[in-house]
């Protein structure tokens, strides 16, 4: 992408190191910075309800303190049976969600919203909802349990690491988009990017 005077400052909201190695394949120059948020659900919430407000808030949180950027947020959150699956936190917790799900099949809803905060900005927002169906082998709890102790995945939705020793928990995933289950939908995001006038490719 051209570097000039135009090209507005693009802002990750977010310290993942996973969003940020996603979002530098794209090999924009750009900024991550972690919004303060409370994540609990909101009362009455769907799932997929529960990402997109997220998404936009931590989108929103960043904007606030950088005016004139371009401004990524991302939230992820996986149903199963249509009731929210949290973060473990601890290993007792993510096995008994893995327990839970194997065999069976997950849904991982991932929202992404950018805010472009230029004054002449196209399209201010633009937030969707990405979802990609996981299917988990029906695994005994002492490999579940072996798993968790190498990996420890107590922060992550679902208890499994796709990008990691998680995939090998796996049998299968159904999505539009390839990099939506790892945090952020790239092909979603492209599509938003070209819409706000950011060019990927110099002709």
């Known amino acids: 992408m051209p570097t000039n005077q135009t ?37 009455g919430e769907s799932p997929v309800q529960t990402a997109l407000r997220l998404a ?3 989108a929103a949180a960043i904007a606030a303190l950088a005016p004139g950027a371009l401004v990524i947020g991302s ?24 327990q839970m799900m194997r065999g069976r099949q997950v849904v991982f809803h991932t929202a992404l919203c950018l805010l472009d905060g230029r004054d002449q900005a196209p399209q201010r927002l633009q937030i969707e909802d990405v979802t ?3 299917s988990f082998r029906d695994l005994g709890d002492a490999e579940l349990d072996a798993y968790l102790r190498i990996e420890q995945p107590y922060d992550c ?5 796709n990008e990691g020793l998680g995939i090998a928990i796996l049998s299968g995933i159904s999505s539009s988009d390839p990099t939506a289950l790892t945090g952020l939908p790239l092909i979603a995001l492209t ?6 006038g950011l060019p990927f490719f110099k002709v």
């Open 75 to 98: 939230d992820q959150v996986a149903t199963l049976d249509g009731v929210q699956i949290g973060k473990p936190g601890n290993h007792a917790y993510a096995l008994k969600q893995l």
């Open 132 to 134: 990609a169906v996981v």
């Open 157 to 161: 939705a679902g208890s499994a690491k």
């Open 191 to 196: 599509t938003m990017l070209r819409r706000a």
């Open 7 to 43: 090209t507005p400052r693009l802002i990750l909201a977010s310290s993942s190191v996973y969003r940020r190695e996603l979002l530098s394949r794209l090999r924009l120059p750009f900024e991550s910075m972690a919004p303060d948020l409370d994540e609990t659900p909101a009362a």
């Open 56 to 58: 936009q808030q931590k």
